[in-house]
């Protein structure tokens, strides 16, 4: 087990470095009062990243082994469908801009916003049909950890390890108070300034070339 656990910890750790997650727990650090919210936007990572990867466990090896190591055909069409989905994404994101620009001015002049654990648990939600490194994980956990109970000990593992950057995030902001904030401030910044233009063309980007891939493999 305890060499599955330094194989799930370390694809962890890489994963946890995920700014879907990191640059929303740094706009929410700069409010008037942000412990609650960065904390609750954690738990909503956690909560449901988490519940999504004991539902894998219970699944079943076989299905998570063709998500996590897909056929060539499967991985094609994936690619196409994931493609399509992307470029909607990014179009109407596009379409959303000023108002997803609002709405990012607007969390970081809101102290606690029960709201935060939603946002957190929508993202993991949002992610987590893509989410390969996750797969893989549960995959050599499935296949290298046995009992229900030790399998879920190192999915839980492989959760705290993810967020451990929010965690770092919601510490700075508890220890350092505004200073601490102010450390999170120009990121933030650039965050709300150009992330409603750059996350669209972005992601209607890489599903162009999603779907280019598709459909020269298919």
Known sequence: MAGVLVVVVSIAAVD???P?????????????????????FAAGVFTMSTLGGIAL???????????AHPSAHTRHLAELVIGIALVVAGVVLWTLRHHVGRQLRGASSRGS??????LGA????????????????????????HGAAL?????????????????AILLLVAVAGQRGAR???KPSQLVQRWAPLVVPIG????????????????
């Open 16 to 18: 946890s470095l995920n």
């Open 20 to 40: 879907s997650t990191l640059l929303p727990a740094a706009v929410l650090a700069l409010g008037e009062r942000p412990l609650r919210p960065v904390a609750l």
């Open 57 to 67: 466990l219970f699944v079943g090896r076989t299905i998570v082994a063709r998500i």
């Open 113 to 118: 916003d029960g709201s935060s654990f939603g």
């Open 122 to 145: 929508g993202i993991m939600g949002v992610e987590l049909p893509t989410a390969f490194p996750y797969f893989a994980a549960i995959l050599a956990t499935l296949e290298g950890v």
């Open 151 to 167: 399998q879920t000990l190192v999915v839980v593992v492989y959760n705290l390890v993810f967020v451990a950057p929010l965690l």
């Open 183 to 185: 450390l999170l401030a």
């Open 203 to 218: 992601l209607a980007s890489i599903g162009v070339v999603l779907i280019g891939l598709g459909a020269v493999g298919l």
